[in-house]
Each structure stands twice: as C-alpha cells, then as structure tokens.
C-alpha cells in the first residue's frame, strides 16, 4: 500500500502526461498502476481505434465505463484515464468518489506537440485530432469544464517532465487538501 493514499485517478486529454506521470507516481506510492485506455485494449485483443471502427464511440465509450466502474472496485489503484472518459456523467460521478483527481493540464499547441511525436499513438488511437492545433484546441475547450468538475486538484505539465509532474503530485498528496 501506498503511504496513505491508494487510489487515484489522473485525467487530462491526450498529451498531458497522464500514463508516464501515472507509472512513476504508482512506482513512488508502492500501488498498482493501469492505464485504462491499454487494459481496454489488452483485454479486447483490440486497439483504440479498432473499437472506434467497429463499435462507433458510443460502443467505445460503453466498454470505457464499464471497465471504470470495475477499475473502481480495486481498493489500491493509481488510474490513468483516457482523454475522454469525463464525457459521459455516469464516469464523472464515480470518479469523483475517489479521494484525489488529478487534472493533468498542457497548452494545446504543446499537447499537439506530443501527439505528432507519439507515432504509437496514431496507430493504436482514433485519430481525434486529425484537424491539427485547431481541432485540438476545440476538444480541450470543450471537456475542460468536465475536467474541472471532477478533479481535485489541476497540475500545469505544459513545461514538466512526467518525474517533475509526479512531485507536484506528491506534494498534493502529501497536504492531503483539495483545490478550491
């Protein structure tokens, strides 16, 4: 178990850094890690953008919520989430049950910057931002207001490295407050 804090979810969109800040975060705390978007795609045999193909996003978005709900149910857990997870409402109620929501927040242009970067990505994601910058600046306008909904607490991650993002985190973690 994890000094005291065993469950947690980092959220953010595309970019911010949620799975590398994740991985040293759950390494630091002693807790187990999943990043929500490769289970999904472990246990489908799947990638990402395959289930987008074949089921739509609203047949995404059903697998998405149903594996968070079980996720969950883990009593140590440090979670990242996908980039879209806050969308539905039934997500955002459970996970605003979880004691510290991370918002991993980047200016779009860098956050672009990191997915033109991640040639995995293209491979394995649907591509949502195939309208560049501008496409990615829309998405983020419109689930920030999600993001601040939920989360506990907001990191900047635009010029952090992810250990830089995981001490911020700690530091959160460690005065155990919530963010006005």
């Known amino acids: 178990r994890g000094r005291g804090v065993t469950r947690l979810a980092l959220i953010g969109p595309r970019g911010s850094g949620k799975s590398a800040t994740g ?3 759950a390494q630091r705390l002693e807790c187990p890690f ?14 990402i953008a395959a289930i987008f193909a074949d089921e739509g996003e609203a047949g995404f978005r059903d697998r998405e919520a149903a594996l968070l709900a079980e996720l969950l149910e883990r009593p140590a857990l440090v979670l990242s989430t996908g980039g879209g ?3 539905r409402e039934t997500n955002r109620e459970r996970l605003a049950t979880l ?8 200016e779009p242009a860098t956050l672009w910057h990191r997915i033109q970067a991640d040639a995995h990505r293209g491979v394995t994601r649907p591509n949502l931002a195939g309208g560049g910058l501008a496409e990615v600046e829309k998405i983020v306008a419109a689930r920030e207001p999600l993001y601040a909904a939920v989360a506990t607490h907001r990191i900047e991650t635009t010029h952090r490295r992810p ?3 995981m ?3 700690l530091a959160l973690l460690a005065s155990g407050e919530r963010e006005p």
Do not use: M
């Not at 004691?99 to 980047?106: E, H, N, R, T």
């Open 85 to 87: 997870v806050v969308l």
């Open 23 to 25: 991985r040293h975060l």
């Open 167 to 169: 001490a911020a985190a």
């Open 163 to 165: 250990d830089e993002v």
């Open 99 to 106: 004691p510290f929501v991370i918002w991993l927040y980047a």
């Open 34 to 47: 999943v990043d929500a978007d490769e289970e999904l795609q472990r246990r489908t045999g799947r990638t």
